[in-house]
């Protein structure tokens, strides 16, 4: 019989393993498409800005925020539970990591999603 | 013959507010081990040195300390292989102390029990033969089996050191050896104590136990393993 528990931080393991991987292979088409790698070229406005302006890409982007938003945060959170212990600000710290991930996310989309390019 | 000094750990509860460091300085023989110096010390020099020993053979798993700044049994750290003539020896790293190299290892037993460390059977054995188990599902338990219990790993890990209820690398080590065993039917009795906020997910793969283990054995390795089961289980 598998009784229902609580898990003691397996989602929050596996999702820093999958979103881990998800930026590596972001971050790897973001240095070719964006920057031009293996041959640097400019990165101007009017090369760029066509290229945020589709839908693709701000789904694209929007993944990226969203992923380095729970890496980051996430890693920051396991460096707290190492060095704070009381478990009483703890609780208090997650409540400031989760509101300044929500913050961030937020400007990060009103920056992304409406992004339309000037002329 | 050589001249060494040795720095070692010292503290009194009766005598001492906190831990200080005395010296010795003699001549060691060929081939001795920290053990053979430290027995030079209590027998003929200072009596009041105080530390645990039992089989001098690298079997018992007493005689755990920090050498050099590295976690090793005594009988099997050579003192000529450290390549230093000042040496170091402190009691275990995130242990209480009781008195000079002595630290309490009731933490360290508490979370090997947490885990349960024994064969859990549901079904009866066979009445004409023990519980088989093939040569490939025993191979499995390679690297698993052989601890000492000497303390080295889970006092070299420093996510023990920030988190002392964190079961450390030895009773997970222990853990993924039964869990892992063909035989073991005990996964629901230890998954709850394993599936913790204390528990497997807080290892950050550091590999020190790695480093640490005198026995060369590999808890890291064992417990990416009890992860991939409990993936399994979850997903």
């Known amino acids: 019989m598998t009784e229902k528990r609580a898990s003691g931080g397996f989602y929050a393991w596996l999702l820093q393993r999958i979103t881990g991987v998800v930026l590596a292979v972001l971050l790897i088409a973001h240095f070719i498409v964006t920057h031009g790698l293996p041959h640097p070229s400019g990165v101007t406005y009017a090369r760029i800005a066509p290229r945020l302006a589709t839908p693709t890409w701000k789904v694209i982007d929007m993944l990226f925020l969203a992923c380095a938003l729970y890496h980051g945060l996430n890693g920051v959170w396991m460096v707290l539970q190492d060095y704070v212990e009381s478990e009483g600000m703890q609780t208090f710290l997650f409540g400031v990591l989760c509101v300044l991930g929500a913050i961030l996310f937020f400007l990060g989309a009103i920056t992304v999603i409406p992004f339309a390019v000037q002329a | ?148 219990l000497c303390g080295c790993c889970t006092s070299s890990c420093p996510t023990y050191w920030a988190d002392k209820n964190f079961l450390g690398p030895n009773a997970l080590l222990k853990a993924s050896k039964f869990m892992l065993d063909s035989r073991d039917e005990g996964f629901e009795d230890r998954v709850n104590c394993i599936d913790d906020k204390h528990g497997i997910w807080r290892c950050h793969t550091i590999f020190n136990c790695v480093e640490a283990c005198p026995k060369e054995l590999n808890p890291t390795k064992g417990i990416v393993e009890l992860r991939r089961l409990m993936m399994r289980g979850r997903l």
């Not at chain 2, 503290?11 to 005395?22: A, S």
């Not at chain 2, 027998?43 to 920090?66: E, N, P, V």
């Not at chain 2, 995130?94 to 933490?107: S, Y």
């Open chain 2, 1 to 148: 013959m050589a001249e060494y000094t040795f720095r070692i750990f010292r503290y009194d509860p009766e005598k001492d507010e906190q831990g200080r460091v005395q010296d010795y300085t003699f001549e060691v023989q060929e081939g001795w081990t920290i053990l053979d110096a430290l027995n030079h010390i209590k027998w003929f020099i200072d009596g009041t040195l105080t530390y645990r020993r039992a089989c001098r053979h690298g079997i018992c798993g007493s005689c755990g300390m920090t050498i050099n700044g590295k976690n090793n049994i005594a009988c099997e750290t050579q003192i000529k292989d450290l390549g230093t003539s000042t040496i170091t020896i402190e009691p275990l790293r995130g242990f209480p102390v009781i008195k000079d190299l002595v630290v309490n290892m009731e933490p360290f037993y508490d979370k090997l029990y947490a885990v349960k460390p024994y064969l859990i059977t549901r079904t009866p054995p066979p009445t004409d033969r023990e519980r088989y188990q093939s040569p490939e599902d025993r191979a499995k338990l390679d690297g698993k089996y052989e601890c000492i």
